[in-house]
């Protein structure tokens, strides 16, 4: 899918194709040394972890030492015990030696057809208000009619694929000269990817925070906190266009029970408009 000015709906594109590179380590890590990452990442003793996985400590420290080489059973039940990724939980099966586990297939494969289905459905029911999908980075993989009317004026560049959606949010050619809540959104920005990166130790999101974190504010913003019953419930998102403030609050929809790679880590933004003003608003901006 190419974003375009008016932007149609398309199907959602490869998403293996368009996903920014990742930081390899230049030699394979021993099993233990991963374990051990992801046991700190999770502030964990071994103590902690060894009770979680009803193994003994004295193994659990003989693993992470490599004195003792792990079963691909105990692999995966301290991967499941420490919330590991599915990307991460295959590299932790290579470094103990077995083949990687979970599979990572484009969007557009056969075998994802009905997740696929399910996307579309989402994004094209929550028309006249704008949905979007994004990959693990908040690269565009699919969005619906509603967003293209919320993106003129946007700096071409920023249209480009892969079109990170974070980076065109707070880009000062973006749309952050037209948030009214920049301020309050961009740090509500900044905690979502500082969580993302705790989860997964991604250092290509902790690169993307680094970028958006050095973007000046637009002159003009104004350290604007949004007061009323929107706050304590969800935070919103008060965009400015020629016919008027729109708020929104939105919600995030992921996969509950994913086993490929591609699925966990697609999301679908779907934004509500939060008054009666924008509800009418995007059924003018949308018709039928």
Same mark, same amino acid.
């Given at each position: 899918?190419?974003?375009?000015?008016?932007?149609?709906?398309?199907?959602?594109?490869?998403?293996?194709?368009?996903?920014? $590179?990742?930081?390899?380590?230049?030699?394979?890590?021993?099993?233990?040394?991963?374990?051990?990452?992801?046991?700190?990442?999770?502030?964990?003793?071994? #103590?902690?972890? +060894?009770?979680? +996985?009803? =193994?003994?400590?004295?193994?659990?420290?003989?693993?992470?030492?490599?004195?003792?080489?792990?079963?691909?059973?105990? /692999?995966?039940?301290?991967?499941?015990?420490?919330?590991?990724?599915?990307?991460?939980?295959?590299?932790?099966?290579?470094?103990?030696?077995?083949?990687?586990?979970?599979?990572?297939?484009?969007?557009?494969?056969?075998? #994802?057809?009905?997740?696929?289905?399910? /996307?579309?459905?989402?994004?094209?029911?929550?028309? $006249?208000?704008?949905?979007? +999908?994004?990959?693990?980075?908040?690269?565009?993989? +699919?969005?619906?009619?509603?967003?293209?009317?919320? #993106?003129?004026?946007?700096?071409?560049?920023?249209?480009?694929?892969?079109?990170? /959606?974070?980076?065109?949010?707070?880009?000062?050619?973006?749309?952050? $000269?037209?948030? /009214?809540?920049?301020?309050?959104?961009?740090?509500?920005?900044?905690?979502?990817?500082?969580?993302? =990166?705790?989860?997964?130790?991604?250092?290509?999101?902790?690169?993307?925070?680094?970028?958006?974190?050095?973007? $000046?504010?637009?002159?003009g913003a104004d350290d604007i906190r949004l007061e009323g019953e929107l706050l304590g419930v969800a935070m919103p998102l008060c965009f400015r266009t020629e016919g008027g403030v729109l708020n929104f609050i939105s919600t995030t929809t992921v996969f509950?029970?994913?086993?490929?790679?591609?699925?966990?880590?697609?999301?679908?933004?779907?934004?509500?408009?939060?008054?009666?003003?924008?509800?009418?608003?995007?059924?003018?901006?949308?018709?039928?």
């Amino acid at each position: 899918m190419r974003l375009a000015p008016a932007l149609p709906y398309h199907p959602p594109m490869n998403t293996a194709a368009h996903t920014a $590179p990742r930081a390899h380590h230049t030699t394979p890590q021993p099993f233990g040394e991963h374990l051990r990452h992801w046991r700190q990442r999770r502030r964990l003793s071994q #103590l902690d972890l +060894a009770q979680e +996985a009803d =193994i003994s400590t004295r193994h659990l420290s003989f693993v992470e030492t490599g004195r003792a080489s792990p079963s691909r059973e105990m /692999v995966l039940r301290l991967a499941e015990r420490l919330d590991i990724p599915l990307r991460e939980r295959n590299a932790l099966l290579v470094a103990a030696g077995f083949a990687p586990m979970y599979r990572e297939r484009p969007l557009d494969d056969p075998a #994802l057809a009905a997740a696929r289905r399910a /996307v579309e459905l989402v994004l094209r029911s929550h028309e $006249p208000a704008p949905a979007l +999908a994004v990959d693990r980075h908040w690269n565009l993989v +699919a969005a619906n009619a509603a967003v293209a009317h919320l #993106l003129a004026g946007v700096d071409p560049e920023l249209l480009a694929t892969p079109m990170n /959606v974070l980076r065109l949010s707070l880009h000062p050619k973006g749309l952050a $000269p037209r948030i /009214v809540n920049l301020v309050q959104w961009r740090a509500h920005i900044f905690e979502r990817l500082r969580q993302q =990166i705790s989860a997964t130790g991604d250092c290509a999101l902790a690169a993307l925070l680094q970028e958006l974190r050095a973007y $000046p504010v637009p002159e003009g913003a104004d350290d604007i906190r949004l007061e009323g019953e929107l706050l304590g419930v969800a935070m919103p998102l008060c965009f400015r266009t020629e016919g008027g403030v729109l708020n929104f609050i939105s919600t995030t929809t992921v996969f509950g029970t994913p086993v490929d790679v591609t699925l966990q880590e697609l999301a679908v933004e779907s934004f509500f408009p939060a008054d009666t003003f924008t509800t009418q608003a995007l059924r003018q901006l949308t018709p039928g």
